[in-house]
């Protein structure tokens, strides 16, 4: 069982930057691929950006890609995710999520956190 709990969000205004933090309870942190998704109110859950548990190496959404990034902390089970450059259409409710399989889609993870809500003021 995985625990996870983001911080970080709050209300920036267009151009601004933002991180987010999810910490993660559990010995075997490492052992999963960690993931970024985003709802805006309205829309579907989508994925923002994530990292593989193989390497650690990341990959974003077009959207997000250049100005996202995503890292890992194993030694403090903390993965971050750091936006640049944000506008009115990144606000939403982000969520960390951890996985054995990960990827872009939602069945890829079987452990959410709560979510946190990023603003963007125009």
């Known amino acids: 069982q995985v625990q996870l709990v983001e911080s970080g969000g709050g209300l920036v205004q267009a151009g601004g930057s933002l991180r987010l933090s999810c910490v993660a309870s559990?010995?075997?942190?490492?052992?999963?691929?960690m993931g970024w998704f985003r709802q805006a109110p309205g829309k579907e859950r989508e994925f923002v950006g994530g990292?593989?548990?193989?390497?650690?190496?990341?990959y974003y959404a077009d959207s997000v890609k250049g100005r996202f990034t995503t890292s890992r902390d194993n030694a403090k089970n903390t993965v971050y995710l750091q936006m640049n450059s944000l506008n009115p259409e990144d606000t939403a409710v982000y969520y960390c999520?951890?996985?054995?399989?990960?990827?872009?889609?939602?069945?890829?993870?079987?452990?959410w956190g709560q979510g946190t809500q990023v603003t963007v003021s125009s």
């Open positions: 990292s593989r548990r193989s390497d650690a190496s990341t």
């Open positions: 999520a951890a996985g054995l399989v990960g990827g872009t889609r939602i069945r890829g993870y079987d452990y």
């Open positions: 559990g010995r075997t942190f490492s052992s999963y691929a």
